[in-house]
T-cell receptor, first 116, second 115 residues
Framework: NAGVTQTPKFRVLKTGQSMTLLCAQD?????MYWYRQDPGMGLRLIHY???????AKGEVPDGYNVSRLKKQNFLLGLESAAPSQTSVYFC???????????????FGEGSRLTVL | QQQVKQSPQSLIVQKGGISIINCAYE??????FPWYQQFPGKGPALLIA?????SEKKEGRFTISFNKSAKQFSLHIMDSQPGDSATYFC??????????????FGRGTSLIVHP
């Protein structure tokens, strides 16, 4: 039982390049999230999904796109990377509220992205 | 606009002391208040959580105190240990139609417990 797995763990990009971060969870969770973590800024929600085939914008969605074609996977894409997107990205997943009466999020170990 | 304000940004405590981290929120629709603990190089993990129908919740050395009228909640770590050194995030969540609970996080507190 791996939980939430993120790939890659580290990546260096040049400005303007594109890339995709992959998140996979094996807990059959309905909900999945992408956060970015920057020093002194906490965790800010980029996009989230409440089920297969659905996505929604979070607090800081600009410059990112997401897809949830399969329930267990949530992809975060950067079409044209900018230095401001240098950050640590965390994927998380959770049960729907009716399955478990808790709002607990289960996080991956993060993907560190540097944009030069 | 910061919906959840957390303080202090950093905290240094001696082993055996009490660590106190405070959070305040604005939106009265929030109804679930978790604390997450994050060690370097790892993702955050749920530490303890409270709902607004109780004023205090204790799990081992960790206690959440909740003041609904003041819209404030705090984490107390009793008998702090070096192994508690981590970053702590408070969060506030509100229920959204469809069954989701989307948390809004504070900016985090870096706790260092000296031996």
């Amino acid at each position: 039982n791996a939980g939430v797995t993120q790939t890659p763990k580290f990546r260096v990009l040049k400005t303007g390049q594109s890339m995709t971060l992959l998140c996979a969870q094996d807990m059959n969770h309905e909900y999945m999230y992408w956060y970015r973590q920057d020093p002194g800024m906490g965790l800010r929600l980029i996009h989230y999904s409440v089920g297969e085939g659905t996505t929604a914008k979070g607090e800081v969605p600009d410059g990112y796109n997401v897809s949830r074609l399969k329930k267990q996977n949530f992809l975060l894409g950067l079409e044209s990377a900018a230095p401001s997107q240098t950050s640590v990205y965390f994927c998380a997943s959770s049960y729907e509220i009716w399955t478990a009466n808790t709002g607990e999020l289960f996080f991956g170990e993060g993907s560190r992205l540097t944009v030069l | 606009q910061q919906q959840v304000k957390q303080s202090p940004q950093s905290l240094i405590v001696q082993k055996g002391g009490i660590s106190i981290i405070n959070c305040a929120y604005e939106n009265t629709a929030f109804d679930y208040f978790p604390w997450y603990q994050q060690f370097p190089g790892k993702g955050p993990a749920l530490l303890i959580a409270i709902r607004p129908d109780v004023s205090e919740k204790k799990e081992g050395r960790f206690t959440i105190s909740f003041n609904k009228s003041a819209k404030q909640f705090s984490l107390h770590i009793m008998d702090s240990q070096p192994g508690d050194s981590a970053t702590y995030f408070c969060a506030a969540s509100k229920y959204l139609p469809g069954g989701s609970y989307i948390p809004t996080f504070g900016r985090g507190t870096s706790l260092i417990v000296h031996p």
